[in-house]
Nanobody, 120 residues
């Protein structure tokens, strides 16, 4: 199983970016996918996620600006980031809890991070 994240880059304050994270490999089911970020000197924090029951959670600092969505047929989750601020600068990583067979335990997989830099 692999998670491939893409879409990061350099953007000016107030701009937008869309991140994608695609899961591939031997996947029976995905129970939850989400985005985390880590800025230099900070702990990794949850940005947004789909939980196992399909509901969404967002960290307070991105509510109203970021939107998480998914394409279940493509095993892909997206993060639309609008009104970006310099404090959103971080490495963004995606994770997913995946079962590879009907009876296996769900394990959490991580993708490589993608850098988002918000600067003028």
């Amino acid at each position: 199983v692999q998670l491939q994240a893409s879409g990061g880059g350099l953007v000016q304050p107030g701009g937008s970016l869309r991140l994608s994270c695609a899961a591939s490999g031997s996947i029976f089911s995905i129970n939850g996918m989400g985005w985390y970020r880590q800025a230099p000197g900070n702990q990794r924090e949850l940005v947004a996620e789909f939980t196992s029951d399909g509901s969404t959670n967002y960290v307070d600092s991105v509510k109203g600006r970021f939107t998480i969505s998914r394409d279940s047929a493509k095993n892909t989750v997206y993060l639309q980031m609008n009104s970006l601020k310099p404090e959103d600068t971080a490495v963004y990583s995606c994770n997913a809890k995946i079962k590879v067979t009907p009876t296996s335990r769900g394990l959490t997989y991580w993708g490589k991070g993608t850098q988002v830099t918000v600067s003028s």
